[in-house]
């Protein structure tokens, strides 16, 4: 028995460090190499302090903000998660039903999609454009600009799909918000 033990054991421990310590070593020292910023976290500074991450969302609800797609986990990242509520569930209905009034009554705009269905891991850290633009007169009236100066910085933070194939175009909710911070209203 043993002689067919020893070398699972042993095939078991060299697997093991492959696979769980050496393999993961060294990919993060790849991506350290590679792009270090992103194997950082893309944490997001201001004066020096972290206020976020580009890749991670967070909540924003007040009137002068670009607010988020909306979060199954309250946009906490330890415990992120979808609402697993399918297309014929009636609390969905109704959570995308009262959403859509909430949307609508607060920006005076139809909700685009986005606005009113999570993201499926609840931190989803970018709109559509057409939600951006959506929010922008909300967003001027609560800072006292023109509707036209904020559009322009919506417009000014509107990612294309990667390669300009890939994916949609974007709009990053925090790097909006730190603008419309830096630009002092």
Do not use: C, K
């Amino acid at each position: 028995m043993m002689t067919h033990l020893r070398p699972a054991l042993a095939s078991l421990l060299a697997l093991s460090l492959l696979t769980g310590v050496a393999y993961p070593l060294a990919l993060t020292g790849l991506a350290a190499v590679i792009a270090p910023d992103r194997a950082a976290g893309s944490l997001i500074l201001r004066e020096g302090q972290v206020v976020g991450s580009a890749l991670i969302g967070q909540g924003f609800d007040e009137p002068g903000y670009l607010h988020p797609r909306p979060s199954a986990s309250g946009w906490n990242a330890a415990g992120t998660s979808a609402s697993n509520l399918g297309p014929t569930s009636a609390a969905l209905l109704a959570q995308v039903q009262e959403r859509q009034a909430a949307y609508e009554a607060q920006n005076g705009a139809s909700a685009p999609v986005d606005a009113v269905t999570g993201s499926g891991s609840g931190l989803d850290p970018h709109v559509s454009p057409a939600n951006a633009r959506a929010q922008a007169a909300r967003i001027a009236r609560a800072r006292g600009l023109e509707e036209a100066a904020v559009r322009r910085l919506i417009e000014a933070h509107v990612e294309p799909p990667l390669l300009g194939l890939w994916g949609q175009a974007r709009v990053n909710v925090l790097a909006v918000n730190l603008a419309l911070d830096a630009a002092g209203a």
